[in-house]
């Protein structure tokens, strides 16, 4: 460690006021309370169908034999895609010493915690029987990438889990000490998840070092976790997933997902709050803008390998595949995804006047909706094409539509992951206040990195 | 009991049974559903054979069946009277049920059996059935000696197959100009081994070389089948033996033991290696990290400095 | 269980044998099932294969019912066979008996079928033809590779299951499989209250559950039984050939021929060989047919 590590408090104490009441978590105000009703809403929605499909079995869904999967391996991927998010700040831009990060840290975070626990509750809502689940556990096989993805996702979220709650302790002990006005069992919460929290310098110095641990150590995880999700597909024999590197396609598209993750979320709560434009400059727009530009490029890069080479080719079964993305019938889809989902985020970005807040707000909305499609497209076309012929079939079991209850359940998971990061919001500082208050310190040395 | 010890027990008595099933048309006889005595009951066909193993047992089969919509079908459950020169109480040998497949069978008792002739005449009567028409169907065989021996010699294995029956004087004499079929037993049927059928000579014997790479179980042995089939005298002969010569099968143990195809149990050790150095090093790594939070609690409990 | 018991049992397992060999006499003797007769004190005298002489009580002919092979046990597979199947796809006219006996004995539902008679054709100039497919028991099977519960496994006589009771329904088998044999239970199945109630074994793939998958299973209910899977014996045109690959023998129920004779004669070939997943199922091309060829109604998928 390069300098001294002061202790934060006591600081001139208007700084400290300031900052505290606007970042300091608040009651829900009318939008607030909006919002989180209709997000009930459609998640109790997608659990009513949900509880349905328990008991009557996936049935009610449109999958059947050739398209077995569908929607929600699709949302599947989308949420360990997001979940990636969570590693590229907390860890990528740490390591990388990105002065801009503090403010982005915890949000992103969130949204890991959120989205890899619906990833793994999407997986058993996608399972025929969900009451046999602990069998992954005592019947496992070893040999099985969904093994693998079962070891990686419990240890990710509980990385995630730690990479959120560490840096937390510190503002759960301001918050107890400083946060007046709020109901008794709050204040209890904040006691007891603060571990008696008192800027001791051993405390802080075990802190810093687990931080900086957690954030070598979720790099490999992170990147395990999508690659080995990318082998669910590519370690079949399927044209379309029978690709050498769905991996880093995979990653790289990930990443770009996160950062759009985080963007929407910077905006929203910098439109929502008072004052966090002070914490949301700008300037963490550019650098997210930037950032977002560059991991498009390299997915770009990807998916001219994952379909220009293949459809060099065109190689049997694999030709059929194409055809349908590229003039058939996903065309529609497929060509919406990749100009809208990630061309246009290229071109907007690539000027400054696209970076600004409100443009990057769109184009990020642009970024998840299109990722979310673009797993669609990876998973239920390749099934829609198998080896052997299909034309003896029922209309209804060559072509995947999916049911209104399965669009349910799958809005209901996406709305749960939104209601867990707003929950996590209404209780927790978005922004961490203590890391602010430090950083506002005039002599703060942003090169702590050992 | 130990049930998989009867299961393989079983099994390889398949092996020796199966042939059975599929035996190549035995008829000898089949009746044709009488026109007589119209009670409004389905009438039947039955097919009856004589089938004689190892120069030994006397077996009947008596197969019935019945015409749906222009299709044969058998008679499951039918009890049919197996008799001896004709029908009557003191000609009975005995009375058998058929099976799912409309089969009846009736190992011919020896003490039943009246000797007063090389020749016998054996019926099968379906009699005062409740679904079904009454139908009779009889044979006619004689009595013949037909024996297979197996030569193994230096460099040559032999099959040598002897065929005799009375002649007029009651003395056995060689039969000649009968067709005779080897085959070896396999699970699901007799495998012929040669595309014509060998005939007796005026000794009324065959010689027939055993051909190499046949393969046999893991102890070499294969079963050698030689059969009359559907002699119009003799019925349906055939004699069976066990030897070792066939290539024994040999069942490495230890193949594809470790696959990554394999059960849980037998994993490929490299898989459970890597990902178990994976899981320990990361998880000692969190584990690390969660003792070091209780570190903080603790350092908590003191004042601050 | 008393000694007197232990020793008739005894007794009657080596006269089991025995009887076995003998003639066609005997047609579905259930070594397992001693307990349930009764003797009748009429004894019959019989040749073993060995050429001893042995008497045995006439109660011991009788046919006996079929046992259930529990989970555990049918994980083991039926030992020194290797089981394997030819079709000869000049013979098939598409009768679809196969199809047709696969369903009924397995209650396949409306929506699911085991095996598949698949209107094929090699190239535009090239005329159809009909192939039956099901589960190939691949001796690589990338379906068993990704299961993650062990449900489906591969046996040593060559034969992939799946264990129902322990299946999860993850579809990654599905997935897995360039055949598309696999079937999977999307709601409850529906099948007579008898059925429901009887034990599940899965050597039969019978009872079926809901959200579990299945697929063809090479019947080694009927093979335990010394029978073939149904497909083979309901083919009126000899199409499928079945028998054990270490006996080198396959029998279609009119003719047993050697295997190896078979393929290298008349060019047998597995279907996409170059998958990787080595089948047990070969093909024999659709030369000199015996049928011309004939599309009609049938071919529609019963869904």
Not at chain 1, 199 to 223: C, D, N, T, W, Y
Not at chain 2, 71 to 76: D, F, R, W
Not at chain 3, 216 to 236: L, N, S, W
Request: net charge neutral.
């Amino acid at each position: 460690m390069k300098t001294k590590k002061p202790v934060p408090l006591p600081y001139p104490t208007d700084q400290i006021e300031a900052i505290s009441r606007d970042l300091m978590p608040k009651p829900f105000g009318l939008s607030g309370k909006i919002w989180v009703a209709v997000l009930s809403v459609i998640f109790l929605t997608g659990l009513y169908f949900y509880i349905e499909q328990f008991r009557f079995g996936l049935g009610i869904t449109a999958m059947r034999d050739y398209s077995t999967w569908g929607i929600y391996i699709a949302n599947f991927v989308f949420f360990v895609a997001i979940s990636l998010v969570g590693s590229l700040v907390s860890a990528i831009l740490k390591l990388s010493g990105a002065r801009l990060r503090t403010p982005l840290t915890r949000i992103s975070e969130m949204i890991a915690v959120s989205s890899i626990i619906f990833a793994a509750l999407v997986i058993i809502v996608d399972m025929g029987r969900p009451d046999r689940f602990l069998n992954v556990i005592f019947h496992a096989r070893i040999q099985s990438p969904i093994t693998w993805d079962v070891i990686v996702i419990s240890t990710y979220l509980t990385i995630s889990l730690l990479l959120f709650y560490l840096p937390l302790i510190p503002d759960l002990a301001f918050m107890r000490d400083r946060y007046v006005g709020i109901p008794a069992w709050q204040k209890k919460m904040y006691t007891f998840l603060a571990l008696g929290w008192n800027s001791h310098p051993g405390q802080e110095k075990i802190l810093r070092r687990a931080e900086q641990i957690l954030a070598i150590l979720i790099i490999p995880v992170a990147f395990g976790i999508h690659t080995v999700t990318s082998w669910l597909f590519a370690t079949t024999l399927r044209p379309g997933w029978d690709s050498n590197d769905f991996g880093p396609y995979f990653v790289s598209g990930a990443f770009m997902v996160g950062a759009g993750g985080v963007i929407a979320a910077m905006y929203i709560f910098r439109t929502h709050y008072s004052n966090w434009d002070k914490y949301l400059t700008d300037k963490h727009f550019e650098f997210m803008g930037r950032l977002l530009v560059l991991l498009s490029l390299v997915y770009l890069y990807f998916n001219i390998n994952e379909y220009f080479v293949p459809a060099y080719k065109m190689k049997g079964g694999e030709a059929e595949h194409l055809r349908a993305l590229f003039h058939g019938r996903y065309a529609p889809l497929f060509w919406s995804v990749q100009f809208f989902g990630m061309v246009l985020p290229i071109i907007v970005l690539m000027f400054r006047r696209g970076r600004k807040p409100l443009p990057m707000f769109i184009i990020s909305i642009f970024v998840i909706v299109g990722a979310w499609f673009k797993r669609f497209l990876i998973v239920v076309p390749t099934l829609s094409h198998p080896y052997i012929p299909m034309d003896r079939l029922p209309e209804s079991w060559q072509h995947y539509i999916p049911t209104f209850k399965e669009w349910s359940i799958t809005a209901g998971t996406l709305a749960g992951a939104l209601l867990i990061v707003t929950l996590l919001a209404r209780f927790f500082p978005a922004i961490p206040i203590v890391e602010t208050i430090e950083e506002a310190k005039p002599d703060h040395n942003f090169e702590e990195i050992s | 009991m130990s049930t998989i010890r009867l299961i393989r027990l079983f099994t390889k008595s398949l092996l020796v049974s199966i042939s059975l099933c599929f035996l190549p048309g035995l008829s000898v006889a089949q009746s044709e559903p009488s026109d007589s005595a119209d009670t409004g009951k389905p009438e039947t066909s039955i097919e009856l054979m004589y089938n004689e193993a190892n120069n030994h047992s006397k077996v009947l089969t008596a197969t019935v069946k019945t015409n749906v919509k222009d299709t044969y079908e058998a008679v499951k459950g039918i009890s049919v009277n197996f008799y001896q020169k004709e029908v009557g109480p003191e000609n009975l040998l005995g009375t058998s049920s058929s099976n799912d497949k409309g089969v009846a069978i009736l190992v011919v008792p020896e003490d039943k059996l009246s000797k007063t002739s090389v020749d016998y005449t054996f019926i099968a009567a379906s009699e005062n059935d409740a679904k079904f028409e009454d139908n009779q169907e009889e044979i006619s065989v004689s009595e013949s000696d037909f024996v297979m021996t197996l030569e193994q010699g230096d460099s040559s294995r032999q099959v040598l197959i002897k065929l005799q029956a009375p002649d007029a004087n009651g003395t056995m004499a060689p039969v000649a100009e009968v067709e005779v079929r080897l085959y070896v037993q396999r699970l699901f049927g007799l495998l012929a081994l040669s595309v014509d059928p060998e005939t007796t000579d005026e000794n009324g014997e065959i010689s027939v070389d055993f051909p190499a790479g046949i393969p046999g179980d893991s102890a070499g042995n294969l079963i050698i089948v030689a059969k009359v089939e559907e002699h119009e005298k003799f019925g349906n002969l055939e004699f069976q033996r066990k030897i070792s010569w066939g290539t024994p099968l040999i069942i490495d143990p230890n193949k594809n033991r470790r696959e990554l195809w394999s059960s849980r149990a037998n994993a490929p050790l490299y898989l459970i290696f890597i990902i178990n150095t994976m899981l320990i090093g990361i998880w000692g790594v969190i584990a690390y990290i969660v003792y070091e939070v209780f570190k903080i609690w603790k350092l908590g409990r003191q004042k601050a400095s | 269980m008393t000694a007197t018991d232990q020793n008739s049992r005894r007794n009657f397992l080596k006269k089991g044998l025995g009887i076995a060999a003998v003639s066609s006499a005997v047609t579905a003797l259930h070594a397992f099932q001693v307990d349930s007769v009764e003797e009748t004190g009429e004894k019959v005298k019989l040749l073993s294969p060995e050429g001893e002489i042995v008497e045995i009580d006439i109660a011991y002919l009788k046919p006996i019912p079929e046992v259930n092979i529990s989970p555990d046990e049918s994980r083991h597979g039926i030992p020194g066979r290797r089981f394997v199947m030819v079709i000869d796809l000049a013979q098939c006219k598409n009768l679809r008996k196969c199809h047709d006996a696969c369903d009924k004995m397995h209650h396949c539902g409306p929506e699911k079928e085991f095996l598949k008679v698949l209107k094929m054709q090699n190239n535009t100039l090239a005329t159809p033809f009909w192939q039956p497919t099901m589960c190939f028991h691949c001796d690589e099977p990338p379906c068993v590779k990704v299961c993650p519960v062990d449900a489906t496994f591969k046996r040593e006589d060559g034969i992939v299951l799946i264990d129902t009771d322990r299946c999860i329904g993850c579809r990654f088998c599905m997935v897995a499989c360039p055949y598309s044999a696999r079937t999977f239970d999307w709601s409850e199945p529906a099948f007579p209250l008898e059925l429901a109630h009887q034990h599940y074994s899965p050597e039969t793939s019978v009872p079926a559950k809901m959200g579990t998958v299945s697929k063809c299973d090479f019947c080694p209910d009927m093979v335990r039984k010394g029978e073939m899977p149904h497909c083979v014996t309901a083919c009126p045109n000899g199409v499928f050939y079945f028998g054990d690959e270490n006996e080198d023998a396959v029998s279609n129920g009119a003719e047993t021929v050697r295997l190896s004779e078979l393929l290298r004669d008349r060019s047998g070939y597995r279907y996409m060989e170059d998958m990787g997943t080595r089948p047990r199922v070969y093909y024999l091309p659709p030369v000199n047919r015996a049928f011309p060829f004939q599309d009609d109604e049938f071919t529609k998928h019963k869904g």
